[in-house]
């Protein structure tokens, strides 16, 4: 019996997010689980942006976020049905709530595996979603390569 019924994907803006989210459609392929992709503008490093109001800097980066997601469901879950989300804030946070809020039994997610001084600045979303879930989270590392 699966238990893994509802299973978030989160993804990023960043160039690994489509690889991420084709590894990720595999796995629920799988599972047969309901699907909900989920990206998140991080409105955070939008507070000091040059020449713009926050809120000019904010509806900026939503629709970047949107336009990538768009793209990432367009040519890769075009086949499988997903509801797709995007949020703005802090994406550790925001991909927690939303994974409370739609029920889901999992989470899956990327890391870019940043060492030193770059985690150190940038953090670890990977990491503070799997400290803080209170359901199982598959972590899928992307390849730099």
């Not at 989300?85 to 991909?95: D, I, Q, T």
């Not at 989470?107 to 150190?120: E, F, K, N, P, Y």
Request: hydrophobic share 45%.
């Amino acid at each position: 019996m699966n238990t893994f019924k509802r299973v978030v994907i989160a993804l990023d803006d960043s160039p690994f997010a489509e690889p991420l989210a084709q590894t990720a459609l595999k796995l629920v392929q799988q599972l047969q689980a309901e699907t909900a992709v989920l990206s998140v503008a991080d409105t955070r490093a939008l507070l000091g942006t040059e020449g713009l109001s926050i809120s000019e800097a904010v509806t900026l980066e939503r629709n970047a976020v949107t336009e990538n997601l768009g793209m990432i469901i367009k040519n890769v879950f075009c086949d499988y049905p997903v509801s797709h989300y995007v949020e703005e804030g802090e994406p550790a946070e925001k991909v927690l709530a939303f994974a409370r809020e739609w029920s889901a039994d999992m989470i899956v997610v990327g890391t870019h595996g940043r060492r030193g001084l770059a985690r150190l600045l940038l953090g670890s979303v990977a990491e503070k979603i799997s400290r803080h879930s209170s359901i199982p989270v598959t972590i899928i590392p992307v390849n730099h390569d």
